[in-house]
C-alpha cells in the first residue's frame, strides 16, 4: 500500500472511530480527531481542512495543536466517564485484579487530562 493511500484509510478510520465515539460514552473522540487531521494532513488537504474547520470536530484539534490543551467542559466530561468506567465495573461484579489494573490506568489518564492547559477554546 503506497503512503499517501495508507494515510488516508488511516484518517478515514479514525474519523469514524472519533464520531462513534460522540454516542459511546467508553470510546474517546478527541484522540481519535488528533489522529485523523494527523493522517489527513498527510494524504487530503480536502478532509484535512473539513476536518479542521468542522464546527464541532475543529475547535479541540485547534485547541490541542496551538496549545496542548483541552477545554473545561472536555475535562469534565472525561472524568465523569472515567469514574462511570470504574463504578459500573465494580457494580458488575468485575475480578479484583481487573479492578486494579483498570484503576491505575484511569488514574494515569485522569493525571494526563487535568494537567494539561484549558486553552482558550474553553
Aim: charge should be positive; proline fraction near 7%.
Amino acid at each position: 500500500m503506497r503512503g499517501r493511500t495508507f494515510w488516508l484509510l488511516l484518517g478515514l478510520a479514525a474519523t469514524a472511530f472519533g464520531i462513534a465515539g460522540v454516542v459511546l460514552p467508553l470510546l474517546p473522540t478527541t484522540p481519535f480527531l488528533l489522529l485523523a487531521a494527523f493522517a489527513f494532513a498527510r494524504s487530503s488537504p480536502r478532509l484535512h481542512n473539513w476536518l479542521v474547520t468542522h464546527p464541532h470536530f475543529g475547535p479541540p484539534i485547534e485547541n490541542w495543536r496551538l496549545y496542548g490543551g483541552i477545554d473545561r467542559k472536555s475535562k469534565v466530561l472525561a472524568m465523569v466517564v472515567i469514574v462511570a468506567t470504574f463504578a459500573g465495573s465494580w457494580l458488575f461484579g468485575v475480578t479484583g485484579w481487573i479492578l486494579v489494573i483498570q484503576a491505575i490506568v484511569l488514574c494515569a489518564v485522569s493525571v494526563f487530562i487535568l494537567t494539561r492547559p484549558n486553552g482558550p477554546n474553553t
